[in-house]
């Protein structure tokens, strides 16, 4: 479904923003599940051992293509068909998992930040169904008539119940351009019910 970035993806810099691999070994792991367990959490299940690839910006982690950014980005996998808009490119990692797809017609990515797509793209072997454009997606909007039958929003580095009113302004302000003629259409956030939990 997702594939191991660390097959794509060298370690690289450019301004404020590198690409790293982790060496997760089991001692690392082992210490990182018992965090886990203390913090009542669940970001290492599953997790195994091995290298890790991590975008950092501004001396912060932003992704990494660990075992939760996978089972966490899976609904938007399953979901993902048609034209679909993703907000947020990461490490590309979803956004090579979607392109797969045969009942994935275009994707368009809008990201913030040109270093991360100077960073990612050119390692990445993108299909003819990609676009990526830099800008801010809450100010960014497509030309007028433009609709898509998936819409995935993916830009926060980690999950709290501060996100939940971005997500919520996201999705009124998108909700004109999901494809309605489409039964199945579909739009969503990383980590939604999450994140709505969080936030009560």
Known sequence: MFPVMSEYLEPATKGDFK????????????ISKVRDM???????DGQQAGTIVCLHGGGELMMSDTEMERRTNNWFFWNA?????????????VLLGVEAKEKVKSITVIEKHQ???????????LNGKVKVICGDVFGWYPDKGIAYDTIYFDIWNSISGDNYEEM??????????LNR????????????????????
């Open 38 to 44: 203390m913090n009542r959490r669940q970001e290492f």
């Open 168 to 177: 919520k302004t996201l999705h009124r302000r998108f909700a004109r351009r």
């Open 81 to 93: 068909h048609g034209d679909v808009l993703i907000g947020g490119l990461g490490l590309g990692m």
């Open 19 to 30: 690409i790293t691999h982790y060496d997760l070994t089991e001692e690392r792991l082992r």
């Open 181 to 200: 003629d489409n039964p199945c259409c579909w739009m969503s956030c990383w980590r939604h019910e999450e994140a709505k939990k969080l936030a009560k």
């Open 115 to 125: 270093e991360i797509i100077d960073l990612v793209v050119p390692q990445l072997p």
